[in-house]
T-cell receptor, first 114, second 113 residues
């Protein structure tokens, strides 16, 4: 089984709809991240969480919210989806016990907002 | 915003050739420089990483060269193979920070047979 899983893998929704993307991990890591990937723009950090009670905004948090339900679960919500939120979304995890900050990515969720 | 600038945006190399991707950074507090490899339909995965106390790190056909004074680092792929075709991201972080990686914008590498 994959260490970092994301659901759904693909989602098509309409403008104005609320949508939630979910991430689960079995790596036992304390840190979790949400990124979006757009062609030519690379990976941009949306939100990150260093433990269940610690949530921080990243570079592009406007229009998004997150919830860390447990150490292993971190969900991303789009309160009212808009077309320019069409992108590939990745969840990642890392372990603060290791100095190297290596992040482990899930397989991604492709979101299309019509 | 601390930036990591990556070039080129895309690269086409013949099989057996050398692929070179370059990155430059501004923040002298950065002390960890990984490269991530992403295949289509997959999430990025760590390929190789270096710390600034060494100027070069080699793992198989992949080498990172690091120039601390110029604040630049590069990925060299020797004997490039079609299976190396992927998007490559450089990144940087500071161990003294909250541990966030700052990513470059990526380089799409195509290795032609």
């Amino acid at each position: 089984d994959a260490d970092v899983t994301q659901t759904p893998r693909n989602r098509i929704t309409k403008t104005g709809k609320r949508i939630m993307l979910e991430c689960s991990q079995t790596k036992g890591h304390d840190r979790m991240y949400w990124y979006r990937q757009d062609p030519g723009l690379g990976l941009r950090l949306i939100y990150y969480s260093f433990d269940v009670k610690d949530i921080n905004k990243g570079e592009i948090s406007d229009g998004y919210s997150v919830s860390r339900q447990a150490q292993a679960k971190f969900s991303l919500s789009l309160e009212s989806a808009i077309p320019n939120q069409t992108a590939l979304y990745f969840c990642a995890t890392s372990d603060s016990a290791f100095y190297t900050d290596t992040q482990y990515f899930g397989p991604g969720t492709r979101l299309t907002v019509l | 915003q601390q930036q990591v600038k990556q070039s080129p945006q895309s690269l086409i190399v013949q099989k057996g050739g050398i692929s070179i991707i370059n990155c430059a950074y501004e923040n002298t507090a950065f002390d960890y420089f990984p490269w991530y490899q992403q295949f289509p339909g997959k999430g990025p995965a760590l390929l190789i990483a270096i710390r600034p106390d060494v100027s070069e790190k080699k793992e198989g056909r992949f080498t990172i060269s690091f120039n601390k004074s110029a604040k630049q680092f590069s990925l060299h792929i020797m004997d490039s193979q079609p299976g190396d075709s992927a998007t490559y991201f450089c990144a940087a972080s500071s161990g003294g920070s909250q541990g966030n990686l700052i990513f470059g914008k990526g380089t799409k590498l195509s290795v032609k047979p």
